[in-house]
């Protein structure tokens, strides 16, 4: 298949999932084994591409993010307690995600466990929307440490991959208590060091191919998958945050489940 062909495809794929929570990584994976493509080739455009996702996340919510950094100048405890809350539930995954890192690019080779931690994810949200009870609407800068913490180790789960990033912060914070929407943009803000922190790793641990050339994926392929996941993502985030306010995240653990069970039927025949 063309690479310019499958760059953008990645790309639809990558802006479509990042802040669904149905795993992205989970989606780059099963679309590399059953079209066939070779995963150790596309495995680095993969992480790198996440990065036009979150520029949409900063592009999106720019207002927030710049009433936050000039809020820091001024020393206000609102943008103070906002930075804290996010660095506070990176902490874990960034630890946790160092000390692990050969471990979890071992089961990124695993397309079968994708498909398993899609239908277990959708039936832990399925569970999760059923049994939590929401509190009121606040916002990021006014959840308390306990519960940072919380969605911080929640979001560990997602090194599992078909887990859901997003998914896994979400519910953590819904089983919390957390309302819905500000349970999503915690998602969404938390995602910036987060996949920030990933890409940087991945492309020092990539820097000597990618500065070499070699192979047959470069940089030419990743700046198309990169402004393809960023303008998909950035109508993603908007559609998002309107539907999961009024309908919830049940028809995600849904699709979970359908697209988990169908994989594995698939790759019982690849």
């Not at 479509?16 to 989606?27: A, D, M, R």
């Not at 994976?29 to 993969?46: M, R």
């Not at 078909?162 to 803000?189: C, K, N, P, Y």
């Not at 492309?203 to 198309?224: C, Q």
């Amino acid at each position: 298949m063309d690479l310019t062909f499958t760059a953008i495809l990645l790309g639809i794929v990558e802006g479509l999932t990042e802040f669904l929570p149905v795993s992205s990584t989970g989606h780059l994976i099963l679309a590399t084994e059953l079209f066939g493509y070779d995963a150790a080739q596309w495995s680095t455009f993969n992480i790198v591409i996440q990065l036009g996702a979150i520029l949409a996340v900063i592009v999106q919510f720019w207002r927030t993010f710049w009433a936050v950094g000039t809020g820091l100048l001024e020393l206000n405890p609102i943008s103070i307690r906002f930075v804290r809350n996010v660095l506070v539930a990176f902490l874990p995954s960034a630890v946790i995600g160092l000390a692990l890192k050969d471990y979890i690019d071992q089961m990124l080779g695993q397309p079968s466990l994708v498909a398993w931690a899609l239908i277990v994810g959708g039936i832990a949200i399925l569970v999760i929307e059923k049994v939590s009870k929401q509190g009121p609407l606040t916002g990021v800068a006014e959840l308390p440490l306990n519960k940072c913490i919380g969605v911080g180790v929640a979001q560990c789960l997602a090194m599992v991959p078909g887990v859901s990033r997003s998914g896994a912060t979400i519910m953590g914070a819904l089983a919390m208590g957390v309302e819905r929407r500000t349970a999503a943009e915690f998602s969404f803000f938390l995602a910036v060091p987060t996949m920030m922190g990933a890409t940087t790793l991945e492309l020092w641990g990539a820097r000597e191919k990618l500065m070499a050339g070699a192979g047959p994926v470069g940089w030419n392929e990743i700046a198309i998958g990169f402004v393809v996941s960023f303008i998909v993502a950035l109508v993603v985030i908007k559609a998002f945050m309107a539907f999961v306010s009024r309908s919830g995240f049940a028809p995600f653990a849904w699709y979970r489940i359908v697209a988990g069970a169908l994989a594995l039927f698939l790759l019982s025949k690849v």
